[in-house]
């Protein structure tokens, strides 16, 4: 069973221009949750869907964004990126809708300069 | 606001040591997971813990679910440098339906 696959795996972007980061879940998984991790700040949850609905919402600004399609992949986006959004973003899959075991993805490494 | 503290933030040890890392929280869960993450690489899940008062063992590894169900504790013996990672702890709210992390704790074992 394949697991949860994130692309790109590494981006260099420069500030002011937006980006798009794709998650696809483990195979009958329905929620997908995206997380935000720097040194700093530890694990920031930004958002999670199930079946193409937005559950729950993190404290992000609106430059942060997603959306999930019906074969429950999912996409993030950023617009106007900063250097603070520099991170490892990581994508997480679950079976049920309600929090329950989390299988994460490898991550993209998002470089802002 | 629900909150999980880790304790200790950092733990540097010699291989062969023993070491116990605890995540505690004043709300309640519906189960506890915990997991390590190397550097540049996603959270692994080592395991789930359910019932108040659960312990599971992994290899080396012990994790105990408080009766409460509002801590938690990894236990370590007899650590090695592949357990060298970033232990993650995470809350599953059944009221909030959300996963609520600790901060982490970062290991570091020597040879």
């Known amino acids: 069973k394949a697991g949860v696959t994130q692309t790109p795996r590494y981006l260099i972007k420069t500030r002011g221009q937006q980006v798009t980061l794709s998650c696809s879940p483990i195979s009958g998984h329905r929620s997908v949750s995206w997380y935000q991790q720097t040194p700093g700040q530890g694990l920031q949850f930004l958002f999670e869907y199930f079946s193409e609905t937005q559950r729950n919402k993190g404290n992000f600004p609106g430059r942060f964004s997603g959306r999930q399609f019906s074969n429950s992949r999912s996409e993030m986006n950023v617009s106007t990126l900063e250097l603070g959004d520099s991170a490892l973003y990581l994508c997480?899959?679950?079976?049920?809708?309600?929090?329950?075991?989390?299988?994460f993805g490898q991550g993209t490494r998002l470089t802002v300069v | 606001t629900q909150l999980l503290e880790q304790s200790p933030q950092f733990l540097s040890i010699q291989e062969g040591e023993n070491l116990t890392v605890y995540c505690n929280s004043s709300s309640v869960f519906s189960s506890l997971q915990w997991y390590r993450q190397e550097p540049g690489e996603g959270p692994v899940l080592l395991v789930t813990?359910?019932?108040?008062?659960e312990v599971k063992k992994l290899k080396r590894l012990t994790f105990q679910f408080g009766d409460a169900r509002k801590d938690s504790s990894l236990h370590i013996t007899a650590a090695q440098p592949g357990d060298t990672g970033l232990y993650l702890c995470a809350g599953a709210s059944s009221n909030t339906g959300k996963l609520i992390f600790g901060q982490g704790t970062t290991l570091q074992v020597k040879p």
């Open positions: 997480a899959s679950s079976l049920e809708d309600r929090a329950t075991e989390a299988f």
């Open positions: 813990v359910v019932t108040g008062g």
